[in-house]
């Protein structure tokens, strides 16, 4: 097995930047569609921490 350290920092800026994009949708007139945010925290989240 190799155990070489993936580059994770795209996926930590772009969890950062999905959950910036719910809280904008959160408090906007919208808010209501603020679910249709929450596939790409979590992916981009299990992704930073290299569970996928």
Known sequence: MST???NTLLYWILFLL???GFFIVYFSPIG????MVLPF????FAKALDLM
């Open 32 to 35: 209501s569609y603020c679910s």
């Open 41 to 44: 925290n979590v992916t981009f």
């Open 4 to 6: 070489t350290k993936k």
């Open 18 to 20: 999905s959950v910036a």
